[in-house]
């Protein structure tokens, strides 16, 4: 397999988590946000959305982390990164889709550039928008994970998918210097989390293409 993707790009976070946790042996392609290689005609051929990451497995390509995980979960079942039980595996995707697609999305690099770029939006109000909906998204899984995890999973006693999409969240709102303070549950388990060496190994700060 190989894994396209950008090293700060919570992401491909994501799925070199779950990749990890997995054991699967992949190989790790940076894609530079910044200098603008996901907009190549060679990329877009392979992810016509020129978003991070895409995952090549054979002939075929994926993308968006969360179906790329999904993929992995049925080709890989174990070690499994969603339960057996039809309403835990809801209650799991649930709490990872509560990041993925609404609190992740509006704060993605293209938005945040976007803002400041084309709206000229300053920089301490485009915090200010990052922070808002952090905020705003983190309260209530602040609320599921009390309901239905501990100190050191979202979600019962074992890691499910939930635990490895906060992971990347909880580090992106660290580097844009949200006031997590009203999240202890959260901050408890990516503090537990991070000491995993399938979470260590996929920390953005020492991915290859951090270094370039």
Known sequence: MKLLGYFRSSAAYRVRIALNYKAIEYENIGISLVQGEHRSED?????????????????????????????????????????????????????????????HPVNNLRVLNYLKNELSVQQNEVDRWYSAWITTGFDALEKLVSKYGNDDHCFGNHLSMADIVLVPQIYNARRFKCDLSSFPRLVSIAQSLEQLAPFAAAAPEVQPDAKL
Request: charged share 15%; proline share 10%.
């Open 43 to 103: 990329y877009l051929t392979l992810n016509p959305q020129g978003l991070v990451p895409t995952l090549v497995d054979g002939s075929n390509t994926y993308h968006q982390s969360i179906a790329i995980m999904e993929y992995l979960e049925e080709i890989h079942p174990e070690p499994a990164l969603l339960p057996g039980d039809p309403a835990a595996r809801a209650s799991i995707r649930a709490m990872a889709h509560l990041i993925a697609c609404d609190i």
